[in-house]
């Protein structure tokens, strides 16, 4: 594992991109700042240019005119195939090859790279045991056709990191798992980003999964445009116009709930200030304030009480804190 | 000057006695077979797996290569296919006919035919499988940085190996058979026994080259397979 | 298996297969497959389609590698205008053809000639002018007679065709092709006086079974065919020498015939002078009785007369 962590800005300059063929571009002149070691979603419908962006920055796709810069550098100062071999590339069926077992596949750029064969297995084993593919021997001579969805997604991420690229390009990595699987990768994935820190570029169609991932999330309207840049608070209480809050749904105000948990709701009462017919459902501190509002409606409660660490209820919240997040006092 | 010698005092032979089997021309004379097997069957079927593999290396190397143009430029696929189809459909007798008055009564000749109607089982076989490589995979392995002869030789040629081996299978069975034919022009080869025994039928001859023949194309077809399961061991595996 | 290992593997097996290839190839001198690359004391010997013609190349063949030739022996070649044509195309050098034939069939030589010395000549001479040479002729010849069996033929006294003339109605057979034309059935009608032979037609090789069961009395034979090795039937004389005169010679270009040493050239005519028809219908025998392959009559012949090494 490197120690220090490697990894760059995304630059996009006014990027855009015109498809051969048709006048209205794909992507139009979009300029956003990817931080290091940051987790930024692309969303949007499809015509959108959530994919071409992406596409665009390894180079699957070129540039009509703008540019896009890793680190310092622009994309087009070296030739595109050594660019892509410094570019984790993760996508949808995760295209892992059918023909080799899950180390070589992991291996594989690092072994188109060059490094010593011993140098290449101890990667790998060390990234199946990141995303959680133990014990690794029971793992590591197995094939493709021999994981499910998900385990494969896994491998194909651990594939995408094998040769510590400084950036990470996933087109909707997830998007073919169904939902219970879907769940349990995007924690992985979470997990492995905490612990690995690359700066991402995430395409997505589904906006609670960009809610639920990323950093900062893009989104991208119909002819490329991009139409808001913002963390998912922001974006969720304050969308930038129709176009944004129609997208981002009814549910925004729920979807912003999601990104709190009972631990963020400060000055409570205490656990016996319950009040209505039905008792109050007592719930772990990390239950997200969006369940504990669902829950509470399930039991036809006017709150929800909290459980301490010992078990028992420690608070209890009020359907208006559920709501508000902050107490009357700090407003 | 007289064009008759003096005629000579030979020394005739004897040619021993003749069994049974052999005189009432039954199925399968086992002892006739044995007796013949050095001089006859053996060296016709070393000859017949030369000319097989001969045939069989020189039609990949043509198939191959011509599959890996088209897979480059794929506007070459129809009429590429469409020769290898045509020469399929040639009768074999009819090509070596038409051979003969150029390449002669020869080796050569031989070779050409057989090569010509391996061509369009190759040729596809090495196409299909390269094409029959998902897409997905050959996105990523692009994304990943792998040049384009990278992800020809290490991702899409192992995958199309089975339909190369598929393609080899059928063109080698093929080609055995077809090799009996070749005795029309060259004196060797399985067919040589077999054609030499219609005429004045004896079952056993033709009998015994024909299923040296059968066994011949088995014997190839079980290598060729076994040979494919080494080089595709993925296919193998189960959950 | 892993990606080196398995490229590893590939690229043995390429390996063991290109060795392969050059050592079959290498080894494969004493296989048919060899021809001969041309050039001096090589040589290209053709045979018609059927037993003895095959043996025949085999004799020359053989022979001739014995000292020292690299000998290619091209089986099958065709019928007679064919392998002419082949000889004269430089497809084969040498090949032994029937003086009749040449005579009859390549000359387009109507008029009967009265000996086999007459036809041999007449054969050179007309070879000649298509600047093709003739060696040495066989004693024993291959042209068509008429059998009978012996006690059908002591019963009426037979020694020759004519004797057919005062017997009554028999029945007589060859083959479907064989039916009009000089020495077919009408010639041999015409030419013996023989209201009272009747016709059977059936295919060559099915004769000697009709005969033996007495459906026919009296069929058209080859005269070196091995079933006349067995001493049930008799062929009769032909004293208009209808059927002509028939003698293996060996036919070679003129040029070929000069780059030749007198050694092959004595070689050649001593096999030919060893071929009497009780050794030609031996061979024959040897060939469809016996079932043996041509190659390996020829040799036991060659190594019998000590005209090559075992």
């Known amino acids: 594992m490197t120690d220090a962590k490697n990894t760059s800005t ?15 571009p794909a992507l139009d002149g979009l300029s956003i700042e990817v931080r290091a070691g940051e987790l930024v979603c692309l969303v949007g419908p499809s015509g959108g240019g959530k994919t071409t962006a992406l596409q665009l920055v390894n180079r699957l796709v070129d540039l009509t005119s703008g540019d896009i810069r890793i680190g310092d550098r622009s994309i087009t100062d070296i030739p595109a195939i050594e660019l892509r071999r410094t570019i984790g590339y993760a996508i949808q069926q995760s295209g892992l090859f059918p023909h080799m077992t899950v180390i070589d596949n992991i291996g594989i750029v690092p072994s188109v790279l060059g490094w010593e064969k011993t140098r290449v297995r101890d990667r790998a084993h060390e990234l199946l045991e990141l995303v959680g593919l133990t014990p690794v021997p029971e793992w590591a001579d197995r094939y493709p056709s021999q994981l499910s969805g998900g385990q494969q997604q896994r491998v194909g991420i651990a594939r995408a990191l094998a040769a510590d690229p400084p950036v990470m390009l996933m087109d909707e990595p997830f998007g073919a798992l169904d939902p219970i699987t879907r769940t349990t990768v995007q924690d992985e994935f979470l997990h492995v980003q905490r612990t690995v820190g690359k700066t991402t570029l995430f395409v997505t169609h589904d906006i609670d999964e960009a809610i639920k991932m990323g950093d900062r999330i893009a989104i991208l309207k119909p002819g490329g445009l991009l139409a808001q840049f913002d963390t998912p608070e922001k974006l969720l209480t304050e969308p930038a116009d129709d176009f944004v809050a129609e997208f981002l749904g009814q549910e925004r105000g729920l979807k912003r709930l999601s990104l709190y948990t009972l631990s963020d709701l400060d000055d409570l009462a205490s656990a016996d200030a319950t009040t209505g017919r039905a008792p109050w459902p007592a719930l772990p501190a990390d239950t997200t304030v969006r369940n504990a509002l669902s829950l509470a409606a399930a039991h036809g409660a006017e709150g929800v009480r909290v459980l301490g660490e010992d078990g028992s209820p420690i608070a209890a919240a009020p359907l208006s804190r559920l709501v508000h997040l902050q107490s009357e006092e700090s407003v | 000057m007289s064009g008759f010698a003096p005629s000579g005092d030979p020394i005739i032979p004897d040619y021993g006695e003749v069994s049974d089997c052999v005189t009432n021309n039954d199925f399968f004379c086992t002892d006739w077979f044995v007796q013949q097997w050095p001089s006859v069957f053996w060296p016709a079927l070393l000859d017949h797996i ?17 599959a890996l143009v088209a897979h480059r430029r794929k506007w ?41 109607f391996t061509l369009v089982l190759l040729f596809r076989g090495v196409l299909s499988g390269l094409l029959a490589v998902p897409d997905d995979v050959k996105r990523a392995a692009r994304g990943m940085g792998l040049s384009s002869q990278q992800v020809l030789w290490r991702v899409e040629m192992p995958l199309a190996m089975p339909s190369i081996i598929s393609g080899l299978r059928i063109a080698t069975v093929l080609t055995v058979s077809i090799a009996t034919i070749a005795a029309f022009v060259v004196d060797a080869g399985l067919g040589a026994p077999i054609l030499k025994a219609i005429s004045s039928p004896f079952n056993t001859q033709f009998i015994g080259a024909g299923a040296l023949a059968v066994l011949l194309a088995f014997l190839l077809d079980g290598i060729l397979a076994l040979t494919g399961r080494a080089l595709t061991p993925w296919t193998k595996a189960s959950r | 298996m892993r990606g080196p290992s398995r490229r590893r593997l590939l690229r043995s097996l390429a390996g063991m297969g290109a060795v392969a290839g050059v050592g079959a190839l290498s080894a494969c001198s004493t296989s048919a497959l060899t021809s001969s690359v041309g050039g001096a004391r090589s040589l290209t010997v053709g045979s018609k389609t059927f037993a003895e013609s095959w043996i025949m190349g085999e004799l020359y063949a053989q022979g001739l590698r014995g000292i020292g030739y690299q000998v290619d022996l091209k089986t099958n070649v065709g019928s007679a205008q064919i392998i002419e044509q082949a000889l004269h195309a430089g497809e084969i050098d040498l090949y032994p053809e029937y003086t009749g034939v040449i005579v009859v069939s390549l000359a387009g030589e109507d008029g009967l000639l009265e000996s086999a010395e007459a036809t041999y000549e007449f054969a050179r001479d007309w070879e000649a002018q298509q600047g093709v040479a003739m060696l040495k002729a066989t004693p024993f010849e291959n042209k068509n007679a008429i059998a009978v069996r ?14 057919l003339r005062g017997i009554g109605d028999f029945v007589y057979s060859t083959y479907p092709d064989n039916v009009s034309g000089a020495q077919g059935y009408e010639g041999i009608v015409e030419s013996y006086d023989l209201p009272n032979m009747k016709l059977q037609t059936l295919s060559i090789g099915l004769n000697y079974q009709a005969i033996e069961r007495g459906e026919i009395q009296a069929a058209d034979v080859f005269t070196t065919d091995p079933q006349l090795l067995r001493s049930d039937l008799v062929v009769l004389d032909d004293p208009l020498n209808l059927f002509g005169f028939q003698n293996v010679v060996p036919l070679l270009r003129d040029e070929v015939l000069e780059s030749l040493d007198t050694e092959a050239i004595d070689l050649l005519d001593t096999i030919n002078s060893l071929l009497t028809l009780e050794a030609i219908q031996t061979l024959n025998a040897a060939s469809a009785v016996n079932r043996l392959d041509p190659a390996q009559v020829a040799r036991e012949f060659l190594l019998a007369n000590d005209l090559i090494e075992g």
């Not at chain 2, 296919?81 to 000749?109: C, H, K």
């Open chain 3, 150 to 163: 012996a006690d059908f033929a002591q019963e009426h006294g037979l020694t020759s065709i004519e004797d």
């Open chain 1, 10 to 24: 995304i630059v996009f300059d006014r990027a855009t991109k015109i498809y051969p063929g048709s006048d209205a």
């Open chain 2, 50 to 66: 030369l000319m097989t593999v001969i045939a069989i290396v020189v039609g990949f190397a043509i198939a191959f290569t011509a």
């Open chain 2, 76 to 116: 070459l696929t129809a009429p590429f296919s469409m020769v290898t189809t045509f020469l399929y459909t040639l009768p074999p007798l009819a090509l070596f006919q038409l051979l003969v008055p150029i390449t002669g009564l020869s080796l050569l000749t031989v070779e050409i035919a057989l090569v010509a």
